[in-house]
């Protein structure tokens, strides 16, 4: 095993407390989820195994807008998989740091890969001091933080979140949109970014106001990450020639 992917329970400490306090910042948009997820009928216990198994607040919350009785089991999966297109990027950038993962770790270092995690991780991977025992200690608290923030929301629907309005009135359906922000801002490489950025978003925009329902995420998704890798293939050839 290389010292990349080398498991020490030290680092697994290491990794959890240093993403312990980071990991409330998604705590309004847990409680959020809960509240949401509590007025579209969901019990507690689908609540708290939804959040630790799938872990992914953006599709998770994509999932409940489109979420109907019957399921429409098509829409659920195209607009959680397009939501999700952006792990795909993230593991790849993440692969050549650990070249000889084993195959049973593969899974754990998945399900961590989120995005604040795998933000203050790549960083040190890039710079030669990634550590495997922190990235995954740092999402292991990340998903208990987030179970237990979309617990909490589900009993406060009962109780003060009741009303439908008062999560908006406190501002908690805004939470996500900034915590996204400012992943984007650390993220941001450039103006190598801004046109599939551009497209994304112009996409989208047009796709909400000319087909409506969800189909925006899909189509936005599609079009700003296929700008992307046909930016990254030109970019690629171009040096090898």
């Known amino acids: 095993m290389s010292l990349s992917t080398r498991v020490t329970w030290r680092s697994f400490q290491a990794g959890a407390l240093r993403m312990f306090l980071p990991s409330f910042a998604t705590f309004p948009f847990g409680i959020g989820f809960g509240v949401a997820a509590a007025q579209k009928g969901l019990s507690a216990l689908e609540v708290g195994l939804m959040s630790f198994t799938v872990f992914a607040g953006t599709s998770q919350m994509v999932a409940l807008d489109v979420w109907t009785h019957p399921l429409p089991l098509f829409a659920l999966a195209a607009s959680v998989f ?37 933000a203050v991780n790549i960083a040190e991977y890039r710079r030669g001091h990634g550590d495997l025992g922190r990235f995954l200690g740092g999402g292991f608290i990340m998903a208990l933080t987030w179970t237990a923030s979309t617990l909490l929301g589900h009993l406060a629907a009962g109780g003060v979140l009741s009303d439908p309005t008062a999560a908006r009135r406190l ?30 978003i112009a996409t989208a925009l047009a796709a909400k106001w000319l087909i409506g329902g969800n189909w925006y995420i899909v189509i936005g998704g599609l079009a700003g990450g296929l700008l992307g890798a046909w930016q990254q293939t030109r970019a690629d050839n171009d040096r090898k020639s």
């Open 82 to 118: 397009v939501a999700n297109l952006r792990y795909f990027v993230m593991g790849a950038a993440l692969q050549p740091h650990l070249p000889s993962l084993r195959w049973y770790v593969q899974p754990a270092v998945w399900h961590v890969t989120v995005d604040q995690n795998w």
């Open 171 to 200: 501002g908690l359906d805004f939470v996500g949109i900034a915590v996204f922000v400012v992943v984007a801002v650390i993220l941001f490489r450039g103006k190598r970014d801004l046109g599939p950025w551009g497209v994304a």
